[in-house]
């Protein structure tokens, strides 16, 4: 498909609007379904690391099916994709609220709102892509915003709509709002230029014409008919002679219909089309093969290979928060009349402060955005570790607001992976790390809750989620500093001769 050069405005600003409702209709629930969490404990008595998958799935599936939901994109286009997700979403939530147990909420919840948020996402930052060039970094951080400002105001509007409606009046109302999402997708209006060829006819002129067996041209209803009625009589006629002699008209006209080059032209071309395929299928191989050959590339990087573990870990350690702060509060006995605001709503607006602020720092130019990046981890271990210390709502609320801002290190991640593998390799290697950090969000909620579940206490959880985000910052960390640089510098400008003695003589 042929796309015209991106405005940089205009109807651009159209696609910001809906992409930043359409992440804020989407992902405010499941961003905010600590409150929700506290909510299905009550009602159906499961432990803490059960009932964590529920919102653990919801935001790690989308994640985890990335390369399915960017080839839907691709294939379908933002627009049809979006509405298709919208009904999922709000049908996911309208299901959950008729759940009869866990099982059933990790389905209707967790896999069909999740899948629904994953295809949502890239639909808006692919069409956002393509309206933007020039002001594509303000574009994809302005609708970015939309989910942390989702989690701000849902936190506090499914705790309002639960006193006055239930949980089950809350995910139906919820879901009923996640029904606008359909009116944004409308407005996605594909980037296409107006004389490029519809996709029939340039699939078709693309296969060249020793591909096809037949060469025959259309024939047309009235001669479909003619042919017919002709067929008809000859079959009358033929019924009304004597059988031996219709053995001997049709053994004649057999013989006759049988040309010989037609039937070794027919061979020919089915033998050129059986090579097609073949070589189709090579090409579709060697793709696969080349694939893999560049994935051991990137990993042969070693701060990719340091960036590949300290996504994981952070993942596993810092989702947690966001899902399970207000039952750490409740667990703590803070009484409900010192709640200003809820924890999870401080985290979503942070977040966004966070995002805006980290990026902007990523721009200038004496900032190198990598240990920036192992900054934010190393701060957010330190914050983890802090959490089993706060006894009061004034402590969680801060650390909450800590873990916030550094959550929006996310904004930075794509720069700090460009500036690791090249543009060229971005794509390629974004998507790895975007699975594993799905992978990370699917299994860090219930391994706290599982560490509750076996201590009844938060205290071990949490010291595990700090260990676990100072690990891969250090890592990475050790990975990007200079000195490694400066060794195989070194190294690589000693002759051969040299190199080798030393070699032999430290062994």
């Not at 219930?446 to 891969?472: H, K, N, R």
Request: charge should be neutral.
């Amino acid at each position: 498909m042929v796309y015209r050069k991106p405005p940089d405005g205009g109807w651009g600003w159209v696609i910001v609007i809906v992409s930043f409702f359409t992440q804020f209709l989407c992902y405010g629930s499941p961003l905010a379904v600590g409150v929700l969490y506290l909510e299905w404990l009550d009602a159906f008595g499961e432990g803490k690391g059960k009932t964590a998958w529920v919102g653990s799935l919801a935001n790690g599936i989308g994640l985890l099916a990335s390369p399915v939901c960017s080839i839907c994109v691709s294939s379908f286009g933002a627009r049809p994709v979006a509405i298709f997700s919208g009904f999922m979403v709000a049908g996911g939530l309208m299901m959950s609220s008729f759940a009869p147990n866990i099982y059933f909420l990790y389905l209707s919840y967790g896999i069909v709102v999740g899948l629904g948020c994953g295809l949502l996402y890239n639909a808006t930052v692919t069409i956002t892509c393509q309206y933007f060039d020039k002001r594509r970094g303000l574009a994809l951080g302005l609708i970015s915003t939309g989910s942390s400002v989702g989690l701000f105001i849902y936190a506090a509007l499914q705790r309002e709509l639960i006193e006055l409606y239930g949980l089950d009046g809350c995910l139906l109302i919820v879901g009923a709002l996640s029904l606008n999402i359909l009116a944004c997708g409308s407005l996605m209006r594909p980037l296409e230029s107006s004389d490029s060829p519809s996709p029939e006819k340039a699939c078709s002129d693309k296969v060249p014409d020793q591909y096809f067996v037949y060469h025959e041209k259309e024939k047309t209803v009235e001669e479909n008919i003619s042919i017919l009625e002709k067929g008809y009589i000859d079959e009358k006629c033929a019924n009304n002679v004597p059988d031996y002699k219709q053995d001997n008209i049709l053994n004649k006209n057999v013989l006759s219909s049988i040309n010989v080059n037609e039937k070794d032209t027919y061979k020919k071309k089915v033998v050129e089309q059986t090579n097609f395929c073949k070589q189709l299928a090579k090409r579709k191989w060697q793709l696969y093969l080349n694939y893999w050959e560049e994935t051991v590339v990137l990993f042969k990087n070693r701060v990719f290979s340091a960036l590949f573990f300290a996504i994981l870990l952070f993942d596993i350690g810092g989702f947690p928060p966001s899902l399970l702060m207000e039952d750490i509060a409740r667990s703590a006995n803070i009484n409900e009349e010192d709640y200003h605001m809820p924890l999870v709503s401080i985290i979503g607006i942070m977040t966004a402060i966070g995002k805006l602020i980290l990026g902007i720092l990523a721009d200038f130019k004496w900032v190198n955005t990598l240990y920036l990046y192992v900054l934010t981890l190393l701060m957010m271990g330190a914050a983890l570790l802090a959490i089993p210390f706060a006894r009061s709502y004034f402590t969680l609320a801060v650390l909450s607001g800590i873990l916030g801002f550094l959550t929006g290190n996310w904004s930075i991640f794509p720069y700090v992976t460009t500036k690791t593998v090249g543009i060229e390799k971005l794509t390629h290697a974004y998507g790895i790390l975007m699975f594993f950090a799905g992978l990370g969000n699917s299994l860090g909620p219930p391994i706290v809750g599982w560490f509750y579940d076996w201590t009844q206490e938060y205290d071990t959880a949490f010291y595990f989620s700090g260990f676990c985000v100072l690990l891969g910052g250090f890592l990475l960390l050790l990975a990007a500093l200079p000195c490694w640089n400066a060794c195989t510098d070194r190294s690589s400008k000693l002759p051969p001769n040299t190199y080798s003695y030393r070699v032999a003589s430290s062994a």
